[in-house]
């Protein structure tokens, strides 16, 4: 979610003004000037990103007034007054009232670029937080699978596509990336959302257990069998079989499993009995079933027999831009399970969510939010916001700098000469960056299609 914050300068002097500007614009802000109350309040929005300066003497409707009004339409806008000697009282009064800052004349330009940039900054977290609950909102649909990155795009687009192709699915992705997630929507956006979606841990289970778990077994097919137990399978006929950790499964019930693929019919422990099954199986695993290295026990005929449609969940650290969202979300469910109200995005903790490599994925992510929603978060993200015990300042500027252009590309949709313009750098600097970062400029272009 991008943030370009403007500043709202409001001042009847036109000298004034204009030498305000001047100084704004070389520090690196975008101003718009106003010569009045008046016109500034036409212009200004609940929902406008950036900071009001305003001087207090003007004519008609004084700088007093207009942050009374601007703060009863949006109570979260900082307004910085600017105020002379003999108005200082008045400006401390209304600094108690919620306005964000005031400036006695004369001022050196430093001292008005600082409290801007601390404005600028509280209020891009307000804009932030605002911009999140709204997505939130608009994305009840996705909500198993949240994410506004073109990855994410692409991939619930890809699940809806096969959802419906009834063929068997292999799920790849690390622990806590959502495989159970991604199998359930593919079987409620499917025609077999009628019949059951049965889900089975293959590395939950003991040897011993797992084929009667799958395949189902007759009243006395072995010792403790008592009464009959339909299987997985079969009880998943007509709907879906999620099968999770699949690369645990044994290689006897592998085998057992080929054969219910190739024939789809099943032949319950204890009988000789072939029943038919209406069978859609997807399954996961947090290794590359491809790779023989990481396959190990698992048969490759078995691995091809699944391999019809692959579906890969990407791990949190290559979607970053989607944590604040999907934070949010954990953030407000925690809340309204613990009956607390959701504390609002601060800076240490917005660092924490971009800073930490999340080796969990959304399952870890999703602990941390229950930790914040019960007020347990808060040192955990103080620390991250000190330098000391984080990364050093040329890694902050670093991780900061890639943001940015990722921020650029997004809202640009990957144009290049559009994203260039927009973070005022040379072509070459731009490809130099996006290699050292790691940043793929073509998954920014593929959203636009999308």
């Known amino acids: 979610m991008e943030f370009q914050p403007s500043i709202a300068f409001v001042d009847d002097d ?56 601007l ?52 209020r891009r977290l307000v804009v932030e937080n605002r911009q999140l609950r709204l997505a939130l909102e608009s994305s009840d649909e996705n ?26 699915v292999l799920i790849a992705g690390e622990t806590g990336t959502g495989k159970e997630v991604a199998a359930g929507l593919l079987h409620e956006w499917s025609r077999r959302r009628p019949g059951n979606f049965v889900a089975l841990n293959c590395g939950a289970l003991p040897e011993t257990v797992i084929e009667s778990e799958l395949f189902g077994h007759e009243a006395g097919a072995f010792t403790g069998a008592q009464k009959k137990r339909v299987g997985r399978i079969e009880h998943s006929s007509g709907g879906t079989l999620f099968l999770d950790e699949i690369e645990s499964m044994p290689l006897s019930t592998q ?41 190990a026990n698992f048969r490759e005929d078995l691995f091809y027999r699944l391999n019809v449609v692959t579906v890969s ?19 407000q469910r925690a809340a309204m399970r613990f009956k607390t109200e959701p504390p609002e995005m601060t800076a240490a903790l917005r660092s924490r969510l971009f800073e930490h490599d999340w080796p969990g994925n959304v399952r870890e992510l999703s602990h941390f939010a229950e930790r914040v929603a ?63 970062h790691g940043i793929d400029r073509a998954e920014y272009a593929r959203s636009k299609l999308g």
Do not use: C, W
């Not at 073109?150 to 699940?159: F, H």
């Not at 969940?313 to 953030?331: K, Q």
């Not at 103080?382 to 015990?389: E, F």
């Open 255 to 295: 085998v057992k499993l080929l054969r219910v693929l190739e024939t789809r019919e099943i032949t319950p422990l204890g009988t000789n009995e072939h029943r038919p099954v209406d069978l859609r199986i997807v399954a996961a695993a947090k290794v590359d079933l491809g790779s023989p290295e990481q396959r």
């Open 71 to 122: 703060r009863a339409m949006d109570p979260d806008l900082p307004v910085i007054l600017i105020t002379g000697h003999g108005d200082i009282d008045m400006a401390v009064e209304a600094m108690q009232e919620g306005a964000y800052d005031f400036i006695a004349k004369p001022y050196p330009a430093d001292r008005l670029v600082q409290s801007i940039m601390r404005a600028v900054e509280k």
């Open 143 to 168: 909500l198993p699978l949240l994410g506004q990155t073109p990855v994410m795009q692409n991939l619930r687009k890809t699940l809806r596509h096969v959802a419906n192709a009834d063929v068997d």
């Open 14 to 69: 036109d000298d004034l003004r204009n030498a305000n500007r001047q100084t704004l614009e070389l520090a690196g802000f975008t101003v718009m000037p106003f010569a009045d109350a008046m016109s500034a309040m036409r212009f200004l929005t609940p929902d406008f990103a950036g900071v009001v300066v305003t001087d207090v003497r003007m004519p008609h409707i004084d700088g007093l007034e207009l942050f009374r009004r």
């Open 313 to 331: 969940i990407p791990p949190l650290r290559e979607r970053r831009e989607d944590i604040p969202l999907l934070f949010t979300h954990f953030l």
């Open 374 to 436: 019960l007020g347990l978060g808060e040192m955990e993200s103080a620390k991250v916001s000190q330098p000391t015990n984080t990364a050093s300042l040329p890694e902050a500027m670093e991780q900061h700098e890639a943001r940015l252009i990722r921020d650029a590309l997004t809202a640009n949709h990957g144009d290049v000469r559009s994203t260039i313009e927009a973070l005022g750098i040379p072509r070459k600097t731009f490809y130099d960056k996006l290699q050292r």
